[in-house]
Nanobody
Framework: QVQLVESGGGLVQPGGSLRLSCAAS????????MGWFRQAPGKEREFVAF????????YYANSVEGRFTIYRDNAKNTVYLQMNSLKREDTAVYYC?????????????WGQGTQVTVSS
């Protein structure tokens, strides 16, 4: 059973930075597309970013483009989300997910989520 475990969430002031991590317990991590999603209170879950298996291709939601960076370390079975210039509207539970088959849009594995709160 594959497990994705997120860490790195917390409370940060507007304009601050956080780095989230997501480690996979097993599986062929290096072949999966990895993504980050988030869900704010009272809102639907939304896409944030993904990185393809090799790490060379990334894609971001417009709301985070230029502020967030997704990258991966396949040797450590870990994907990261570096979040800079955080805004109050970035407050949400952040989830990582894995797409086993390339470009299907089917996210097969999900983490339990980590809370990010941006507040002064």
């Amino acid at each position: 059973q594959v497990q994705l475990v997120e860490s790195g969430g917390g409370l940060v002031q507007p304009g601050g930075s956080l780095r989230l991590s997501c480690a996979a317990s097993e599986g062929t991590f290096s072949t999966w597309t990895m993504g980050w999603f988030r869900q704010a209170p009272g809102k639907e879950r939304e896409f944030v970013a993904f990185v393809r298996a090799s790490g060379d291709t990334t894609y971001y939601a417009n709301s985070v483009e230029g502020r967030f960076t997704i990258y991966r370390d396949n040797a450590k079975n870990t994907v990261y989300l570096q979040m800079n210039s955080l805004k109050r509207e970035d407050t949400a539970v952040y989830y990582c997910a894995a797409e086993r088959l390339y470009a299907t849009g089917v996210w097969d594995y999900w983490g339990q989520g980590t809370q990010v709160t941006v507040s002064s």
